[in-house]
Each structure stands twice: as C-alpha cells, then as structure tokens.
C-alpha cells in the first residue's frame, strides 16, 4: 500500500478543458515533487516544494500550475493543455531535500489530452 | 547535462536465468538509487547506493556501485516473471532535491 495517493488515476480532457491532478501524502515528509513520464523519455521533473514553498520550477509552460496549500497535499491545475502534453504524471515525496533520501511515488494519472 | 545511460533498454529473458543491468555516467555520483516501476504503477525504491564500491543485496538483487561512483550495476540471480518491469536508476544532485534519473531498461522474464 503505497503512502502516497494520486487522484485520479486516469483523465482524459480537451485541450480547452480545466482540470487539477491531487496528491496526497501521509508519510509526513518534507518535500513533494511532479514528474512527468512519457514514452522513450526519462522521467521529467517539473515541480519541487519544500515546506509546502516551490523550490523549483524546471521551465514547465505555464499551463500547468502547482497548489502545495499543506506539506501532505499537492495539486497540479491544468489548463489548455495539448495533444504532447499526454503522459503518465506521477507525484514523489522524500523525507527531505537531498539525493540520498528515497522517494516515494504515487501510482500516477495517466493524462490523455485530445 | 548531468545524462545517465542505462544498457540495454530491453531484455526479454526466460525464467530461472540470471542478468546484469547497468546505469552509467561521464561524471561523479553524490549517491545512486535503483527503482522498479510495474505497469500502471509509480517507481518504488529498491535501494540507495552512496559509497564507493558498496555492494547491497536484496534477496536475489545484487547491487553495486563502482569505485569511481560513476557507475552502478544490478544482477538479478534466477529471474521469476514477477521481476518484471521498468528498472530505474537514479543519481543524486550535489545540492538540493533533483533526482535525473535514466531512461530504464524494461525486463520481462518469461514463465
């Protein structure tokens, strides 16, 4: 049973759809991250927060949008989003900043946008 | 760019053989993590690797970590089709939270 929880598990939009991805962690850690999954492609970090402030914003488009409100939940607002923009989107989160703390992954929303 | 190669990106193996996967860099690792990530699920942390030439077993997983911490490898001994999956490795940064993971090498052990 995984400590952190994605929701949903798969979500299909139009391109001029609103919608959010939430995450939530019980595990009481310090950081949660967004990652994005595609095929053929390593995993993409996107979004970092640390003490529920964004720490890091790797050059993601401004169609997404990260809401960290508490250091156990994460959001990820997305908002006319396109067809590239498909992908597995999984949310991590570590005990604290620093390669040699383990993350713990949700078991992602498969996003597919048509 | 701080890249990780992972060889190969596919092995199709039969049950009860053994195989070596690797995770490379041109450049040193602060620490090193292995992950297995199943179909329709999130990578799950097998091990985390940090000290030059450190071996860490887990069950029929050896793991290794090279000397020079540029490098890393996984045997996995008498493979079972439940060791199927994506096979990640993942380097440390030198400071603050990123993880650059590799690619991963998809394994599937035939029953």
């Known amino acids: 049973e995984t400590g952190v929880t994605q929701t949903p598990r798969h979500l299909v939009m139009g391109m001029t759809n609103k919608k959010s991805l939430k995450c939530e962690q019980h595990l009481g850690h310090n950081a949660m991250y967004w990652y994005k999954q595609s095929a053929k492609k390593p995993l993409e970090l996107m979004f970092v927060y640390s003490l529920e402030e964004r720490v890091e914003n790797n050059s993601v488009p401004s169609r997404f949008s990260p809401e960290c409100p508490n250091s156990s939940h994460l959001f990820l607002h997305l908002h006319t989003l396109q067809p590239e923009d498909s992908a597995l989107y999984l949310c991590?989160?570590?005990?604290?900043?620093?390669?040699?703390?383990?993350?713990?992954f949700g078991s992602g929303t498969r996003l597919t946008v048509v | 760019t701080q890249l990780l190669e992972q060889s190969p990106q596919f092995l199709s193996i039969q049950e009860g053989e053994n195989l070596t996967v690797y995770c490379n860099s041109s450049?040193?690792?602060?620490?090193l993590q292995w992950y297995r990530q199943e179909p329709g699920e999130g990578p799950v942390l097998l091990v985390t690797v940090v000290t030059g030439g450190e071996v860490k077993k887990l069950k029929r997983l050896t793991f290794q970590f090279g000397d020079a911490r540029k490098d890393s490898s996984l045997h996995i001994t008498a493979a079972q089709p439940g060791d199927t999956g994506l096979y990640l490795c993942a380097r440390g940064g030198t400071s603050g939270s990123r993880l650059t993971f590799g690619e991963g090498t998809q394994l599937t052990v035939n029953p």
């Open positions: 991590a989160s570590s005990q604290g900043r620093g390669g040699n703390y383990g993350y713990t």
């Open positions: 450049s040193v690792f602060s620490s």
